[in-house]
């Protein structure tokens, strides 16, 4: 099979634990570019939250953000489909999220929203440790109810906590009283978006826009919410540190994502 479509998670996958790519996945990806295959990101992060990324692999290619919520032209600097929260959802959420013990941060337009500092403190330091031209935009709101009707588009909350049976709760919560999809995209992470948005559909709809299908796909992912994907295209791949869930229903398991993992097996199925 001679694939024609690399789909790349991000955190977990492409990026090891101090959030670098490995220079044998860059080299291999570069071969594979200058072959003529298209390399996507496809991730649950923000646009905003993706340039050294993008830069390092200079891709012309569209990002799949959020968790498929949005793909956006990062050349162009637009969206190029969407399906955001409706302030009525957003709201209805923050409604079960406030008051908790359940950080959670609010994606928008082009910018990450947060309360408290103690939320983004990891997001800050990681922000703090690029060039300027390359940090994302973080922003501190006074009340997220007050931004929800001062924004476009609202992607999806991520919310995180170590009490990880309250975060099961509130997100089955969400689910089944608001219909708002919630994907575990770490072990103790919860991404709310709209339902019905997934990496798989988003990725779905880009390759049949180019006139290729998901069988031309090879994707790699680490994690819950690289299922749609994953179980769908041509070769799914899942990363040695992934969930044991993900393993199981990938097509191989590779390495973990300290190794060069993803150079290896592009270059034992697609280069």
């Known amino acids: 099979m001679s694939y024609r479509v690399i789909a790349l998670d ?34 649950g992060r923000h646009h905003v939250a993706i340039h050294p990324f993008y830069q390092a692999l200079q891709l012309d290619t569209p990002a799949i953000c959020c ?10 600097k637009k969206i190029l489909a969407s399906n955001p929260l409706s302030a009525q959802e957003a709201s209805q959420a923050l409604s079960y999220l406030q008051g908790t013990e359940i950080e959670h941060l609010m ?17 800050l330091a990681w922000s703090d440790s690029l060039p300027e031209h390359q940090r ?11 931004a929800i009707h001062n924004v476009s588009a609202i992607w999806k909350f991520a919310t995180s906590s170590s009490n990880l049976v309250k975060l099961r709760e509130i997100s089955e919560q969400i689910e089944e009283n608001v219909g708002l999809e919630c994907e575990w995209s770490w072990f103790d992470q919860v991404d709310i978006a709209k339902k019905g948005n997934s990496k798989g559909m988003r990725l779905q709809q880009w390759v049949e826009s ?3 299908g998901m069988k031309d796909v090879i994707a ?7 299922l749609s994907m994953l179980e769908n295209v041509g070769l799914g791949v899942a990363m040695g540190n992934g969930v044991d869930a993900v393993k199981e229903r990938a097509d191989i398991v590779t390495r973990d994502n300290t190794q060069p993992s993803i150079a290896e097996v592009l270059r034992k199925y697609v280069l």
């Open 220 to 226: 790699f992912g680490d994690n819950y919410n690289d």
């Open 10 to 43: 991000l955190d977990g996958t492409l990026l090891d634990p101090q959030k670098r790519i490995l220079p044998e996945s860059l080299a291999a990806l570069n071969e594979a570019r200058q072959s003529g295959i298209k390399v996507l990101i496809v991730t």
């Open 67 to 76: 968790n498929g919520a949005y793909s956006y032209d990062y050349h162009a």
């Open 136 to 146: 994302p935009n973080i922003q501190q709101t006074e009340n997220f109810h007050d």
């Open 107 to 123: 994606y928008v337009d082009d910018a990450i929203l947060y309360q408290f500092p103690h939320t983004v403190v990891r997001t």
């Open 210 to 212: 180019q006139g290729m």
